[in-house]
């Protein structure tokens, strides 16, 4: 079963606007990590936030973390057509397999 | 990420038939996995293996098997295809670290008829 559920399921917003994901989960993780999916192709890593940290920045990607929430949050800033695709955040338990959430379908209009 | 190669990129068969997906990585990477994607439903496990001699069951490994051939080849097979396992097929590769980030393959579009 799924650990993470993305909100909103999908997401449509002018370029130039800031983008909101949010992600929850049920168990306690190692850490919590999102990424991106342009339609039909393979996943590709974006960032990454350890259970210790609360707050991550790259580029315009801004991702926090509230662990007693058990809840994170993917921001990007100054969206670009460029980032229509879809976004996933994936949790980290230990020796076990990354599990992923069902997706958030971001589309940026020009 | 061309790291991470799966063959065929697309393939159409018929129930019934047995079909074979390969991947290949050149990462180095200990851990592959096999994945499907079914639109609206994410990303579901299919079978992992954490290193050459380790093959463990995923979400939803029924209908499907698995080859761990060497450190970098990871076949999947379905025994008999059949209509509901068309779907989005991936193969990903992580290190046995610290943060376990997973790195995807280009993706096998698979449609049984």
């Known amino acids: 079963s799924q650990q993470g559920e993305e909100d909103p399921q999908a997401l449509s917003i002018q370029e130039g606007e800031n983008a909101t994901m949010n992600c929850s989960y049920k168990?306690?993780?190692?850490?919590l990590q999102w990424y991106r999916q342009n339609s039909g192709r393979g996943l590709v890593h974006l960032i990454l936030?350890?259970?210790?940290?609360r707050e991550k920045h790259s580029g315009r990607l801004r991702v926090t973390l509230d662990t007693s929430k058990k809840s994170s949050s993917l921001l990007i800033t100054a969206s670009r057509a460029a980032d229509t695709a879809s976004y996933f955040c994936?949790?980290?338990?230990?020796?076990?397999?990354?599990?992923f959430g069902k997706g958030t379908r971001l589309s940026v209009i020009a | 990420d061309a790291d991470v190669t799966q063959t065929p990129r697309n393939r159409i068969t018929k129930t019934g038939k047995r079909i074979m997906l390969e991947c290949s990585q050149t990462?180095?990477?200990?851990?592959m996995y096999w994945y499907r994607q079914d639109p609206g439903l994410g990303l579901r496990l299919i079978y992992y293996?954490?290193?050459?001699?380790?093959?463990n069951k995923g979400e939803i490994s029924d209908g499907y098997s698995v080859s761990r051939q060497a450190q970098a080849k990871f076949s999947l097979s379905l025994e008999s295809a059949i209509p509901n396992q068309t779907a989005l097929y991936f193969c990903?590769?992580?290190?046995?670290?610290?943060?376990?980030?997973?790195?995807f393959g280009p993706g096998t579009r698979l449609t049984v008829l």
């Open positions: 994936a949790t980290d338990s230990g020796n076990t397999p990354l599990v």
């Open positions: 293996s954490f290193d050459v001699k380790d093959i």
């Open positions: 990903a590769t992580s290190d046995e670290g610290v943060t376990d980030t997973q790195y």
């Open positions: 990462k180095g990477h200990d851990r």
């Open positions: 936030i350890r259970s210790n940290e």
């Open positions: 168990t306690s993780i190692n850490n």
